[in-house]
């Protein structure tokens, strides 16, 4: 099975500023997600990265706030811009070989705090 | 819409029990079903998925779901608990391309 990596691991930053996560999957993909799981609650779909072409944002969250990019199909980044304490998540990309339902493997996350 | 619903927020069991873990969903046509398990500061590991057939589902680390259209749950199992069992544990459903997931089963292990 394809092995998937978040950088960074963590991180601790200040409002107003913007952090970029990568994620790497070591071979190509179909598809790819970003989720945030906030303190405490289940995981939610931000947007699906399309290859080539703008994401697909769900419900509540907008490309302005969370840009993503997908050059390719090995390799995402979500940015989380403008930051304020509510962003304080853990943010987690996953993969999938074929379809949207197929299974879905997940990265290990980046901790994210916003102080 | 689509939901998920694990109604034990944190269940404790003791080292060598057995162990149930609830999920029911909600969906209009035949869901797919998974478990994921969540170490503490790691990512989430697929723990088996159901997705046709059998509807007695083996997945990893000797754990089981069985899926009950009936009751509309699919509730994961294992027999015997073991330390490293300590995690949370999400169950989710595929809805449109999404996966919705539920709010997660907090497991401790008691020695």
């Not at chain 2, 083996?58 to 749950?73: L, W």
Request: hydrophobic content about 35%; glycine content about 8%.
């Amino acid at each position: 099975s394809a092995v998937i990596s978040q950088k960074p691991s963590r991180d601790i930053c200040q409002r107003g500023t913007s952090l970029t996560i990568q994620c790497q999957v070591d071979s190509q993909v179909t598809m790819m997600f970003w989720y945030r799981q906030q303190p405490g609650q289940s995981l939610t779909l931000i947007a699906t990265a399309n290859q080539g072409s703008e994401a697909t944002y769900e419900s509540g969250f907008v490309i302005d706030k969370f840009p993503i990019s997908r050059p390719n199909l090995t390799f995402s980044t979500l940015t989380v811009s403008n930051m304020s304490p509510e962003d304080s998540s853990i943010y987690l990309c996953s993969f999938t070989r074929g379809a949207a339902t197929d299974t879905q493997y997940f990265g290990p996350g980046t901790r994210l705090t916003v102080l | 819409a689509q939901s998920v619903t694990q109604p034990d927020i944190h269940i404790t069991v003791s080292e060598g029990a057995s162990l149930e873990l609830r999920c029911n969903y909600s969906y209009g046509a035949t869901p797919y079903l998974f478990w994921y398990v969540q170490s503490p500061g790691q990512g989430l590991q697929l723990l088996l998925k159901y997705f046709s057939g059998d509807t007695l589902v083996q997945g990893i680390k000797g754990f089981e779901a069985e899926f009950k259209r009936s009751q509309s749950s699919f509730n994961l199992r294992k027999p015997s608990v073991h330390w490293s069992d300590a995690a949370e544990y999400f169950c989710a459903v595929e809805g449109q391309g999404n996966l919705i997931f539920g709010k997660g089963t907090k497991l401790s292990v008691k020695p």
